[in-house]
């Protein structure tokens, strides 16, 4: 459970990133945080594990505040998946790189071994395991910098823009993890510029403009609001745009196509 | 912590070195020609080297904290000279600890301060476009000027990238500051390593991009913009000669018989 | 009239590598065309791209086979800078391709190692920043730009050298929903005005589909299918070799399965709105 109360954060320079931004976070929800570049999401993500701690206000995850806990202590408990993967890939082969976070924490070598096994065949990183990071493709890197981050089993999952170059097979994937990781009660912060996928996860919904948050709720009941779509330069996703324009509109938008299909089929043939 | 030291080590990098960097102003040093001011930092340069008594070096000092002030970087040339004023204090200690007279000593000192102090009034005053044409002006090969063009306008994009590895790094558990001597050492690595392949990309793309816009086409390339010098760049120029002439003749001739 | 860009049993592997890049590649491009290259990560879209504006063989080398031509000239015999003149390479990271101090400088760049005289660049310059809206942003530091405005300065950089082929490779992956659309729409701007032959790798289709003339879907490094946005994003194969198929172009597929008949692939949801809504008794 992460709680943000009126937290400020303002840079050396004096230029105010967040401003008075409260939010609270419950465990095992879906969460995504939307707004244009520079609003203040990253600054936001880098509250959660300590990398930034507030100017003013506070921030407490599982208990903890954020100002009196080391990074490495609040990392564990929340895994942040940062967009660029040449930014943290630096080991000799895939293993030790998935194995370094583990090793950092002070898991077991049993334990370690175990985890980086599962992660490995989870991420279909098998094959690779002796290989060099650097001789992955983008997709694969993308993979694995997850993969780096589940082996160690943290409460709530980041992921800052993981949609960004990927291919439609790659972000199928990509949602099927998110879906196991919520079904086993994890808590998951998506941080991203694609309604359509973040509408495909159907989660609660933080839109942030100019450092502040602007809207918070449920994704139908955000994206439906015009004055919110305008201020944070959004757009709305496709299904809802189409359940605007139907005749037949049906009761709530619908959440994926196969919903769609199932509604627009019937109420033709009605 | 080690890793909060890094990352103050980069913060107190980037205050030292902003005493280097310029900022867009409007001044009349800064409306010169740079070839102007060029002149100024050698003569001012030339004038230290001269200056063999307490006074003159201080004269001199003088003058090039009234030529900041003029520009209206004084705050940020103090701040540099404050930074030097560490190691003057060290060529005093160490002239006095050879056996060197204190007054030559303490000449010494302020004619370091000095000689700093007037090159970073020409760099505080002169943007990295002006540097750019003045390399030109001296026919340096193109090679060499664009290298240090997208030296200084990459070092920020570097220093962002070394912020942003740190974090993902500590986000892995990284705890810079953990271990002994050797284990601290090691802990660079994982930063290390990522800023090097992330510089190298970059420079593959840069190298990209410049093969794109037909960059070494011809021989010698055109400008958008030329120096040209101005009746007033001429008529401050012809007077800072003067007025090197005569301090010239005070210090080397009058002064010593005084 | 002969195609502005000829590309002919076309292959490419790169140094050190065993596995052609480029396989067999056939394409023409004519003048005024809007095309978006599509396809998945690693089919090659980005060796075809580079191959047009001679970067392939004159930068990376490797082995290659069949020809590309471009205006008449054929590449791999031309000089990058030849080759720059006529085609626009705009890069995927716009932080990368801005090398001076001052938009208006980075803009002239290109006339400047091209030895244009003064005036002439001055000219091309105002014009470029004219052209992309940002006439105000000339004095500015690359730093104090937004991306969408690093995007656009970009853009003007390679527009003022007057290039007959644009090429944009993922322009809006970086840039958020509504910088992304006034991109786009501006992309199109500069086609009705100039003329200019637009050539663009995107993985998301819903709001380029939507000014495009054509797609060219590459797979495994070969081309796999080639025609208009309504008939390509339709078919089956799109969504089976993994290109970012619009949702509302995947809801007519499912739909048209179940026997509706909603008439030709829609790339708005409000067109496929209509045709259901009038189905709807």
Not at chain 3, 95 to 104: A, D, G, K
Not at chain 3, 158 to 169: G, N, Q, S
Not at chain 3, 176 to 197: C, N, Q, S
Not at chain 3, 227 to 240: I, W
Request: hydrophobic letters at 45%.
């Amino acid at each position: 459970m992460i709680k943000i109360e009126s937290v400020t954060f303002k840079h050396q320079n004096g230029t105010v990133a967040l401003q008075n931004v409260s939010l609270e976070i419950r465990t095992g929800e879906a969460t995504a945080i939307v707004g244009e570049n520079g609003a203040g999401k990253t600054t936001l993500v880098k509250h959660l594990n300590g990398l930034i701690k507030p100017t003013e206000g506070k921030v407490t995850v599982f208990d903890l505040d954020t100002k009196q806990t080391t990074v490495a202590q609040l990392a564990r408990k929340v895994g942040v998946v940062f967009q660029n993967p040449d930014h943290q890939l630096f080991s000799e082969t895939v293993s030790d790189e998935i194995a370094f976070g583990l090793r950092n924490f002070g898991f077991p070598e049993s334990v370690i071994k175990k985890r980086l096994e599962w992660a490995l065949e989870f991420f279909g990183l098998t094959e690779y395991r002796d290989s060099s990071p650097m001789m992955l493709s983008g997709g694969e890197k993308k993979r694995l910098c997850l993969a780096i981050v589940l082996a160690w089993d943290p409460e709530v999952i980041v992921l800052d823009e993981p949609t960004v170059g990927q291919d439609l097979v790659q972000k199928e994937k990509l949602r099927e993890v998110i879906k196991m990781l919520l079904l086993r009660g994890k808590t998951v912060i998506l941080v991203s510029h694609d309604m359509e996928f973040v509408w495909s996860l159907q989660p609660r919904v933080i839109v942030m403009a100019k450092g502040r948050v602007v809207a918070d709720g449920a994704a139908a009941e955000v994206f439906s609001r015009p004055e919110v779509v305008g201020e944070a330069n959004l757009m709305k996703p496709q299904l809802l745009e189409l359940s605007v324009h139907l005749k037949n509109p049906p009761q709530k938008p619908f959440a994926d196509i196969y919903e769609a299909r199932q509604w627009l089929v019937s109420s033709v043939s009605r | 912590m080690v890793g909060q030291q890094c990352f103050e080590v980069v913060a107190g990098m980037q205050w030292v070195s902003s005493g280097f960097i310029f900022r867009h102003m409007e001044s009349p040093v800064h409306s010169l020609d740079p070839r102007t001011r060029l002149l100024f930092a050698v003569e001012l340069f030339v004038l230290a080297l001269v200056a063999d008594s307490p006074l003159e070096v201080s004269i001199v000092s003088i003058v090039v904290v009234s030529l900041a002030i003029v520009a209206k970087i004084a705050k940020r040339l103090v701040r540099t000279m404050s930074f030097t004023a560490g190691f003057a204090v060290m060529i005093l200690v160490i002239n006095m600890l050879v056996g060197q007279p204190l007054v030559y000593s303490i000449v010494l000192a302020i004619r370091f301060i000095a000689i700093v102090g007037g090159t970073s009034l020409f760099f505080l005053t002169t943007s990295p476009d002006e540097l750019e044409y003045v390399m030109k002006w001296f026919r340096l090969p193109q090679d060499m000027v664009f290298a240090f063009v997208t030296a200084v306008r990459f070092v920020p994009v570097l220093m962002l990238d070394a912020t942003q590895i740190m974090d993902a790094q500590k986000s892995r558990g990284l705890e810079m500051q953990k271990g002994n001597f050797i284990k601290r050492i090691r802990n660079f690595i994982p930063v290390l390593v990522p800023l090097v392949v992330t510089a190298v990309i970059r420079s593959g793309e840069l190298a990209e991009a410049m093969e794109s816009r037909a960059y070494g086409a011809v021989k010698k390339p055109s400008s958008l913009y030329a120096l040209r010098m101005r009746k007033r760049d001429w008529a401050t120029g012809a007077i800072s000669v003067m007025l090197l002439v005569v301090s010239l003749y005070y210090f080397l001739v009058i002064a010593p018989i005084g | 009239m002969k195609p502005l860009i000829q590309v002919q049993n076309y292959s490419f592997t790169y140094m050190g590598t065993s596995r052609p890049a480029a396989r067999n590649v056939n394409l023409e491009i004519g003048e005024g065309e809007i095309v978006i290259l599509a396809g998945p990560s690693g089919c090659g879209k980005s060796t075809v791209l580079k191959s047009l504006n001679g970067l392939i063989p004159h930068l990376y080398s490797g082995s290659r086979e069949g020809t590309v031509i471009v205006d008449g000239h054929d590449v791999a015999e031309t000089q990058v800078s030849e080759v720059a003149k006529k085609v626009g390479f705009v890069f995927q990271n716009p932080e990368n391709q801005i090398f001076m101090f001052s938009v208006e400088r980075d803009v002239a760049f290109a006339l400047e190692n091209l030895g244009f005289p003064r005036d002439e660049i001055r000219r091309r310059v105002d014009w470029a920043l004219d052209l992309m809206g940002i006439q105000r942003l000339a004095r500015q530091a690359p730093h104090e730009l937004s991306d969408g405005q690093r995007q656009r300065v970009a853009i003007a950089g390679v527009l003022a050298m007057t290039p007959k082929v644009l090429i944009l490779d993922e322009p809006t992956s970086l840039l958020d929903p509504l910088t992304a659309r006034e991109l786009v729409l501006l992309v199109k701007r500069l086609h009705d005005e100039l003329g200019i032959t637009v050539l663009v790798v995107e993985h998301r289709l819903d709001l380029l589909a939507g000014i495009a003339s054509r797609i060219i879907v590459m797979d495994r490094g070969t081309v796999a299918m080639d025609g208009s946005p309504r008939e390509v994003l339709a078919r089956k194969e799109a969504l089976t070799i993994g290109v970012g198929v619009p949702t509302v172009t995947r809801l007519y597929g499912l739909l048209t399965d179940h026997g509706l008949n909603l008439g030709q692939a829609p790339l708005r949801m409000e067109e496929l709105a209509e045709a259901v809504n009038r189905l709807v008794p």
